[in-house]
């Protein structure tokens, strides 16, 4: 269920390998290369290496996961939002969010794998999802920060995706970096708010900005030399700029907005190098990143207990939508 695949493999069968196997497969092989060099898209029913098509499952999927999971932190303020404007642009926010884990599931089951085995994946666990949604919203000023920082880095990252060598995904992340563009400006709109405030609210802001400034750089993954996707993702055309090229281009365009805002970002080694044409900023803590991806994060155990529950408690909404489903199939052919 919940599939637009045609052919999926179930658990438990063995998987046909789709890699090269003879000749023939060899020549396909040449074949797509020179697609995804001349910059053409590959769509699912293409032949593609599958090596290619586990790769993309697994950034699809995890992608999904973090749209999904990354409700959580926000959901969180919904009801505690200080007015009612702010509430309704929140709960359009969340819902977003939804929608862009709906795409992005969708997008990854035309690749052959079921939505039911993507959510268990991430369930039991074995599947990742974005390290920056382990980290708790403890002010309203949150709410803010994680618009304009974690949606900033989300859109620098994703923006090269709308050109990546997957027809389905490039396609999905022109709405989403859309989207993702909305979510940025109401966050800087209620920091701005916020900074013309109280002196308390000032600070909140500023607290917020402490606590995400660093786990905001590291959403961008690992430096280069610690990447081991890169290579593959980037001669398949998934990965169009570096982890760290972005990463870059993220600090050097949030800096000024920063001083906009009258903040400071927490980071005594942010200095401006004329000769590179870029922000310097000081070392990444590195442990702490591979800490929160092994699970050991703040609120790791947490968001995974949530979403098993809210998988849980949606069963009846599944089943009730099987079982309509089902009557309207017997209705048409009583009909027919
Ligand atoms: N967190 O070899 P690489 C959003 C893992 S959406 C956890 O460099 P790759 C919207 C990586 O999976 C945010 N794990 O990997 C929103 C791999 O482990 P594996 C999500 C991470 O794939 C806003 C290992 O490290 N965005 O925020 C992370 O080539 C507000 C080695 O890394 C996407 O998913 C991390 N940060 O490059 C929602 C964008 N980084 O799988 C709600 C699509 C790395 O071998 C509220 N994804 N790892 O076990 C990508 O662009 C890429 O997957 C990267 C990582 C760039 C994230």
Redesign the pocket.
Same mark, same amino acid.
Do not use: W
């Given at each position: 269920m919940y599939t637009q695949a045609i052919d999926i493999p179930q658990g438990g069968k063995e998987e046909a390998p789709r890699g090269p196997r003879s000749l023939q497969d060899g020549e396909y092989e040449a074949e797509f290369d020179a697609r995804v060099a001349r910059g053409e898209f590959v769509e699912p029913k293409d032949w593609m290496p599958e090596a290619y098509r586990k790769t993309l499952v697994?950034?699809i999927s995890? %992608?999904a996961h973090?749209?999904i999971v990354?409700?959580l932190p926000?959901g969180n303020w919904i009801t505690r939002a200080p007015s009612l404007k702010r509430k309704a642009i929140l709960l359009a926010k969340v819902q977003d969010?939804g929608g %862009?884990g709906m795409y992005l599931y969708a997008a990854a089951e035309t690749l052959g794998v079921s939505r039911d085995e993507l959510i268990e994946a991430l369930h039991s666990g074995k599947a990742?999802?974005?390290?920056?949604f382990n980290y708790p919203t403890l002010s309203w000023a949150d709410i803010g920060v994680?618009g304009w920082l974690?949606?900033g880095?989300?859109i620098m990252?994703?923006i090269p995706?709308c050109r990546c060598s997957y027809g389905p995904y490039a396609r999905a992340m022109i709405r989403i970096c859309k989207e993702?563009s909305f %979510?940025q400006r109401q966050g800087y709109d209620l920091l701005l708010t916020m900074m013309k405030g109280t002196v308390e609210q000032r600070e909140l802001v500023q607290d917020a900005v402490n606590r995400w400034w660093w786990p905001a750089l590291?959403?961008?993954?690992?430096h280069d030399s610690a990447?081991? %996707?890169?290579g593959d993702?980037s001669k398949w055309g998934i990965?169009r700029i570096s982890?760290d090229d972005l990463r870059q281009k993220f600090v050097d365009a949030t800096v000024p907005q920063a001083k906009v805002l009258g903040v400071t970002l927490p980071d005594p080694m942010l200095s401006w190098n004329e000769a590179r044409g870029h922000w310097d900023f000081g070392p990444i803590d590195w442990q702490e990143f591979w800490n929160v991806?092994a699970g050991h994060g703040q609120c790791n155990r947490d968001r995974l207990a949530d979403r098993v529950q809210a998988w849980e408690d949606g069963a009846w909404v599944r089943e009730a939508a099987l079982a309509h489903a089902q009557k309207q199939r017997h209705r048409d052919r009583l009909a027919a």
């Open positions: 697994r950034q995890q %992608h973090s749209e990354g409700m926000e969010e %862009h990742k999802y974005s390290s920056i994680i974690v949606d880095a989300a990252n994703q995706l993702e %979510h590291m959403m961008f993954g690992p990447s081991t %996707h890169s993702s990965k982890n991806v």
